[in-house]
């Protein structure tokens, strides 16, 4: 286990067993009197001189303390133990409610949760409807469950089969999970699987202006069976992406690709409790966005276009009212004890009980339905190419910014896609993921900006935490370094530079090392223009890369040179300052007081460049 996953594991943490415990009261009651008339026909048997039940075999091992060696026998020993609680189990979720994973009477208890944690991650990728996780491991006597979550992983104390308390508990543990709810298992019930069609039905919620403010709960049905990205990390925000049809399917081939005209995203995103008071609720921002933009001809399709999204509400029970799915409603009472490592979360270092570590970042999981759908970037394969989708997504930016008051924060490789014009002779940029995005025009708005965004891409206030300064100018510069990192890396992994070339490349520091390192590192890199070229000369030999040498240079300049302003504006390097001898001007800090001016600057050289190769673009296809 390593040490990333190791810092999340709390071990003999109580009420797991309850917290599998069904929430409708009439459920709760059955499991309740299930779990106590097994356990007690389990201890009539075990006390009784002569064992005649079928699984004597289990009880002579517990009665003789349970030791064993050979692996088989302890897997079937298990299965006698499972067979007997579930013959007597009249649930309706026991076939589906347990993930187990057994381990040898020699593996450690920690051994066995790493095994157990490979298995965890693998259904996360598969099982598309999956919110978190359980699982079980048994080393010798002893079982543990395990609660798998986006910041947590808790394990229960030892139930040891040969204390009575142990069985007690291990038995209601198991009875809880047949009788409770699907939601309780850790599916999602607004993604049902329809077999025979193989996709999914996905419910998105529906925009206000569609229902109406008072049926919030309202959704709008998407059918799906291809995914763009699965949630194949065992802790974070567990984003899937969907291409999706609103149309039902009457056969398998209406949800192929092909039919796909929308792109459906889900994900558990750090929150406030009260939505009103969400500032980077990314449903409200692309709605904003669309109502703004919509008129704006010059950006048309390349943002998002919001069709559906929200918080996802579920029923807890058949008579309960709908509540966000949030992680604070998963734990119930466990949320305020579980803690996750210093400095792992954007939250405030608040201290647990244990005064440790920092409390679980409180998340929503949140579901928006968008078109158009583009390609990732590694599909691209031409610098003219991307020289358009640049200027297209940065034209967006600007009106994002200016019109609509929402600032990006993330421009990376990752968050730019394209997709090629109807006539099929020319790309269009598509930008996208406004996780990190904030509404300017809030009057508080500077109090949430944290530092964010991709770590090579990010912009030196940004990695300074010069709060005060994040503007548009910030994803202006990861546009430079994004640039950079292309023509340097190559669009994919199948041009990218050699180990040993690599070993050699300046522009690995910008992902390596402290911090600080990292931000000296683009200073000097920005600082001046035969410093700059130093990274542009080295550029991979791709058709017309000169041409975006050339661009980052006058981007550069543009940022950090402009010869439209005065001397305070130019350079990366602090400089004293001439009046002041006690101080210095950090021109990259002086920048945020002509944003728009730049803004305006930047989008003028990315514009022209993609003019000037627009022949030479168009004849490549």
């Known amino acids: 286990m390593?040490?990333?996953?190791?810092?999340?594991?709390?071990?003999?943490?109580?009420?797991?067993?309850?917290?599998?415990?069904?929430?409708d009261s009439q459920l709760r009651e059955?499991?309740?009197?299930?779990?106590?008339?097994?356990?007690?026909?389990?201890?009539?048997?075990?006390?009784?001189?002569?064992?005649?039940?079928?699984?004597?075999?289990l009880f002579s091992w517990i009665r003789g303390g349970a030791t064993i060696d050979r692996q088989k026998e302890l897997y079937n020993y298990f299965g006698m133990l499972m067979r007997f609680v579930s013959k007597r189990i009249r649930g309706p979720n026991y076939a589906r409610a347990l993930v187990a994973k057994k381990t040898d009477s020699r593996a450690a208890a920690e051994g066995a949760c790493a095994r157990l944690l490979v298995y965890m991650r693998k259904t996360y990728v598969t099982q598309w409807n999956r919110r978190f996780s359980w699982g079980l491991t048994m080393c010798r006597d002893a079982i543990r469950v395990y609660s798998f979550g986006n910041d947590h992983l808790l394990g229960s104390k030892d139930m040891r089969l040969t204390e009575m308390d142990g069985r007690t508990k291990f038995i209601q543990l198991i009875v809880n999970w047949s009788f409770c709810e699907e939601h309780r298992l850790g599916y999602d019930p607004t993604m049902i699987r329809l077999p025979e069609l193989r996709c999914w039905q996905i419910k998105v919620p529906a925009l206000p202006e569609t229902v109406g403010e008072q049926t919030p709960v309202a959704s709008k049905l998407f059918y799906t069976r291809c995914t763009i990205a699965a949630a194949d990390h065992l802790f974070g925000r567990h984003t899937r992406t969907f291409l999706a049809t609103d149309n039902k399917p009457t056969c398998v081939e209406d949800t192929d690709s092909k039919n796909c005209k929308y792109v459906i995203k889900d994900s558990w995103v750090e929150s406030t409790h009260n939505a009103d008071d969400d500032m980077r609720d990314e449903a409200k921002h692309l709605h904003k966005i669309r109502e703004r933009l919509g008129k704006f001809e010059d950006v048309k399709g390349c943002y998002p276009t919001i069709i559906a999204g929200g918080r996802i509400r579920l029923n807890r029970s058949d008579s309960s009212e709908a509540v966000d799915d949030t992680t604070a409603s998963v734990l119930g009472d466990l949320f305020n004890d579980v803690a996750v490592p210093l400095g792992d979360s954007s939250s405030e270092n608040i201290s647990n009980k244990s005064g440790c570590s920092n409390l679980a970042p409180f998340r929503v999981h949140m579901r928006i339905a968008t078109t158009p759908v583009g390609t990732p970037l590694r599909h691209l394969n031409c610098p003219l190419k991307l020289i358009k989708v640049m200027a297209d997504v940065m034209r967006v930016h600007g009106r994002m910014r200016w019109d609509a008051d929402i600032l990006h924060r993330d421009i990376s490789t990752n968050n730019v896609l394209f997709y090629e014009t109807d006539d099929g002779q020319d790309v269009c940029g598509l930008l996208i993921d406004f996780d990190h995005a904030i509404d300017c025009s809030v009057s508080n708005y500077r109090l949430h900006m944290d530092r964010s965004g991709t770590l090579p891409f990010m912009s030196i206030n940004n990695l300074e935490t010069n709060v005060e300064l994040i503007t548009g100018l910030d994803d202006w510069e990861s546009v430079l370094y994004m640039l950079c990192w292309i023509g340097?890396?190559?669009?994919?992994?199948?041009?990218?530079?050699?180990?040993?070339?690599?070993?050699?490349?300046?522009?690995?520091?910008?992902?390596?090392?402290?911090?600080?390192?990292?931000?000296?590192?683009?200073?000097?890199d920005m600082s001046s223009s035969p410093l700059f070229y130093q990274l542009t000369k080295i550029f991979l030999r791709y058709a017309h890369v000169e041409t975006l040498q050339d661009l980052t240079d006058d981007l550069r300049t543009a940022l950090f040179e402009n010869p439209n302003l005065g001397p305070e504006f130019h350079g990366a390097l602090s400089k004293p300052d001439k009046l002041d001898k006690m101080n210095e001007i950090d021109s990259v800090a002086n920048r945020k007081h002509k944003e728009r001016e730049l803004m305006a600057s930047l989008q003028e050289v990315l514009d022209r460049y993609a003019k000037e190769t627009k022949a030479l673009r168009i004849s490549k296809n």
């Open 2 to 23: 390593d040490f990333y996953v190791k810092e999340r594991l709390q071990l003999d943490f109580d009420g797991l067993i309850e917290l599998a415990a069904p929430v």
């Open 30 to 57: 059955r499991a309740e009197k299930a779990a106590k008339e097994i356990a007690e026909e389990f201890e009539l048997i075990l006390a009784s001189p002569d064992i005649t039940d079928a699984n004597n075999e």
């Open 488 to 524: 340097t890396y190559g669009f994919n992994a199948n041009l990218a530079p050699s180990k040993e070339v690599y070993g050699r490349l300046k522009i690995r520091k910008w992902c390596e090392g402290l911090l600080d390192d990292i931000v000296d590192s683009k200073r000097k």
